[in-house]
Nanobody, 118 residues
């Protein structure tokens, strides 16, 4: 079974930093890895993505503040979040496109809560 497990969330003051981690296990190949977030009463939105070749994309709201990266040996994706704002408060999810048998499928983690507040 493929497992996607996030960690690293917490409570931080505005202007602070957090690093989220997401470990993927149980698959043969992991392609795109993405971070999403969902605040209460909002739709889930794509925050950042990284392809297997390392190409990255960011939502306009986090450009210049967040950095996505991946460790291929650990099959882990990270989201370094700097200059955090209260509007970054959300449940952050990791999604990975994983080949387990024949066809790749998307797998989601359970989420890690990020709260930015003074």
């Amino acid at each position: 079974q493929v497992q996607v497990v996030e960690s690293g969330g917490g409570l931080v003051q505005p202007g602070g930093s957090l690093r989220l981690s997401c470990v993927v296990s149980g698959g043969r190949i992991t392609y795109n890895m993405e971070w999403y977030r969902q605040a209460p009463e909002n739709q889930r939105e794509l925050v950042a993505s990284i392809t297997q070749s390392g190409e990255t994309k960011y939502a306009d709201s986090v450009k210049g503040r967040f950095t996505i990266s991946r460790d291929y040996f650990k099959n882990t994706v990270y989201l370094q979040m700097n200059s955090l704002k209260p509007e970054d408060t959300a449940l952050y999810y990791c999604k990975a496109d994983v080949l387990r048998m024949v066809t790749p499928h998307d797998y989601w983690g359970q989420g890690t809560q990020v709260t930015v507040s003074s």
